[in-house]
C-alpha cells in the first residue's frame, strides 16, 4: 500500500507541475501577443517545475533501484497522457486555444525528453495519440507541429527499431485515412516528411521486389457497353479498347504473355490517335492553324501562359492546388467523352503510358546486360522477356510521339513535359539504385592518420623544383622573334614575295601537261583546272573586266560536251555531269587547256 500511495503522490505531483508549466507558457504567450516560448524558456520553466520531482533532486523521496529502470518515467509519461486527454476534453477542435496549449505541452514533454525524464519514444507515442483523436483537418494542423519539431522528434532515430517504427506507424496510419482524391497535399507532405526523416540509404520505403499494385480496375462489361443505344459503335469501340488497355498498367508483366503485346500495341495507337484528333481540335477552336508551330521559318505566337516562362513551374503548380482534386478514372461508358475532353485527364494516361514505356525498355538486351553488371544479389523478379526488332521500334516510335504530344498540350506544355521527363530519369535512377543492392550513398570520413600518411608521401614531390620550360618566351615562335630589330608593317609587306603573272602560270601549266607522260586523265584535268582557277584568281587585280570572257570560253568548251550527254535530262543535270571529276575523259582536259591558251591569248593582247 505504501508503494501505491507513493505512486500516486508522484503522479499527482507530476501532473501539477506540468499544469504549472503550461499556465506559464499561457501568461507567456499572452504578455509577448502570441508568440511561442523559446526552447531555453521552456527548459528553465521544465527545470523549474518538474526537475526537482522527476530529477536526480527527488524531493519526493521515491525509491528507485540502481538495478533496474526508473519508474518514475512510466509515471510521468501518464501524466503527460492525462493532461493532453484532459486539454482535448475541455476544448474544441475549432478553438485555436486548443492547438496552442496541446503544442506547448508537447514541447514541453520533448524538453523533459531531453532532460532524461522521459524515454525517448514516449514524444512520438503520445503524438500518434492525439492525431488519432482529431479529424483531418486538425490533423494538418498537428502535422504543421510535427515538421515544425522534425529534429527533436527523431533526435536519436534509429530505422529498424524505437522510434523509427512508431514514426512509421504514425505516417502509414495517417495515410491509411486520408483520400487519395482530396487529401493529396496532405499525403505529399506526410511521404516527404518520411523521405527527409529516414537516411537515404533506408530500404524500409523501397519496393525491393518490383511487385505491383494488382488490384483489379473495375469497367462496364462488353455486353452492357453494345447493350446501350445512346453510344455509337464508334464510341462502343473506343471505350473496349481504352480500358482494356489499361488493365497493363497495374500489371506490367502480364504483358509479355501470349498476345498481350499485339493488344498493347492496338490500344495504344488507338488511344494516341484519338488524342492527337482532340488536340487538333482545340487547336482550330483557339484560333491557331494546324501545325503551324511545326512549319520551319514560321514563328510561334505566344500566349498568356508563354509570356513569363520563369513562373511557368510556380503557375502550374498552383493551378493544380487551387482547381484540381485528382479524381479517381470514372470507368463509366457514359462519362468516357467527357473525361477525354479534359487536358489533365489526357496528360495523366500520357504520363501513364510513358512510365510503362520506360519499364518495357528495361528489358532490351543492352538495359539488362546493364542491370546485370550493376547486380550485387537478385532481388527484383523480373520477366526473362527481351524488346528488340519491331516492338523496340514501336515503343521508341510511340514514346516520341506521346512526348511531342504532351509538350503541345496548353497550358504549360513544356514545362510539365520537363518535370515528367526529369521525374522519369530520376526513377530510372532509383531503380538502379534497388538493383544494386541500396548503397550507402553517404561515404564515410577519411580516417585522419591514412590522411596525413597520405600528405607525407606526396610532399616531396611538391617540393621538388620545375623542370625549365623548353621556350625562353611562351613559345617558338616568340622566342625566335625576341631580339631581332623592330620592322614597320609597310617593310614587311614589302618583302614578301610578288604575286605570279596570269600568263606565266598559264605557260608553265602548258609545258607541264606537255612534257608529264605519266599523268592520269583525272590528274592532268585536276592541274588544268586548278590552273585556270588561280589565273581567275590573279585577273582579280589588274583584269576583273576580262573574267566574264574567260567563263564564256569554258561555256563554248563544255558545249559539245553537253550536248553528247544530254539525252532526256535537264540542262541542271546535264552541266552537272560534265563539270563531275570522278567522270573526265581527254576531251574534258582539251576543253580546259583549250580555255587556258584562248585566256593566255586575251591577256597578251591586254598587255
Sequence with gaps: MAAVSKFIEFHDSVQTAIAQCLNTALAFRQESQGNDPSPASLEDWTQQYLGPICGPDNILNVPVLDTKSDWRKSATEIGFRRVLQSLVRETTEGSPERFFRLFDCLDIMLMATE???????????????????????????????????????????????????????????????????????????????????????????????????????????????????????????????????????????????????????????????????????????????????????????????????????????RDINNQFQFPRLLSSRKLLDLEIEDTRFRRNVLVQFLILFQYLEGFTKTEKERIQQATTKQSLALPTFTLEGDQLEWVDNTREAMVELLKATKPHGQTYTDIVMALLRQERNWTMWKVSGCPDFERAPVDAK???????????????????????????????????????????????????????????????????????????????????????????????????????????????????????????EVTKKAIDVDEKTEQHVEAEISVLKKTRDLLMKEL
Excluded at 252 to 257: A, E, G, H, K
Excluded at 457 to 470: C, G, V
Excluded at 563 to 572: F, L, P, Q, V, Y
Aim: glycine letters at 6%.
Design 450 to 572: 591514412k590522411l596525413n600518411e597520405k600528405s607525407r608521401l606526396k610532399r616531396p614531390r611538391t617540393e621538388l623544383s620545375l623542370n625549365a620550360y623548353r621556350f625562353r618566351y611562351g613559345d617558338a615562335e616568340l622566342t625566335n622573334l625576341f631580339g631581332k630589330p623592330q620592322q614597320s608593317l609597310d617593310i614587311v609587306m614589302q618583302s614578301r614575295p610578288k604575286l605570279p603573272e596570269p600568263v606565266n602560270v598559264i605557260e608553265r601549266t602548258l609545258t607541264h601537261l606537255e612534257n608529264e607522260a605519266g599523268l592520269t586523265m583525272k590528274e592532268r584535268y585536276s592541274i588544268a583546272n586548278g590552273a585556270l582557277f588561280q589565273v581567275t584568281r590573279l585577273m582579280f587585280k589588274d583584269h576583273a573586266s576580262l573574267i566574264p570572257k574567260v567563263y564564256e570560253y569554258k561555256k563554248e568548251a563544255y558545249k559539245p560536251l553537253k550536248e553528247t550527254a544530254s539525252g532526256d535530262k535537264t540542262d541542271e
Design 115 to 317: 532532460q532524461n525524464f522521459l524515454d525517448p519514444v514516449v514524444s512520438l507515442t503520445l503524438v500518434e495519440e492525439v492525431l488519432d483523436i482529431h479529424t483531418i483537418a486538425g490533423c494538418e494542423k498537428i502535422f504543421d507541429y510535427i515538421e515544425k519539431r522534425k529534429s527533436g522528434l527523431i533526435k536519436g532515430m534509429v530505422p529498424g527499431r524505437g522510434k523509427g517504427l512508431v514514426l512509421l506507424r504514425m505516417c502509414n496510419e495517417m495515410l491509411r485515412r486520408l483520400s487519395k482524391e482530396k487529401d493529396t497535399v496532405f499525403c505529399g507532405r506526410i511521404l516527404m516528411f518520411l523521405a527527409n526523416a529516414f537516411p537515404l540509404h533506408e530500404r524500409s520505403g523501397v519496393n525491393l521486389r518490383g511487385e505491383f499494385n494488382t488490384e483489379p480496375v473495375r469497367w462496364d462489361s462488353d455486353d452492357e457497353v453494345d447493350n446501350d443505344s445512346a453510344l455509337t459503335d464508334e464510341q462502343k469501340t473506343f471505350y473496349k479498347i481504352f480500358w482494356s488497355t489499361r488493365k497493363y498498367f497495374s500489371n506490367p508483366p502480364t504483358i509479355f504473355q501470349d498476345k498481350n503485346f499485339t493488344e498493347l500495341q492496338t490500344g495504344a495507337d488507338a488511344i494516341l490517335n484519338k488524342f492527337k484528333q482532340i488536340a487538333a481540335n482545340e487547336q482550330e477552336v483557339s484560333g491557331e492553324p494546324h501545325g503551324v508551330a511545326d512549319r520551319p521559318g514560321t514563328k510561334r505566337k505566344r500566349d498568356a501562359t508563354d509570356m513569363n516562362e520563369d513562373n511557368d513551374a510556380d503557375a502550374m503548380l
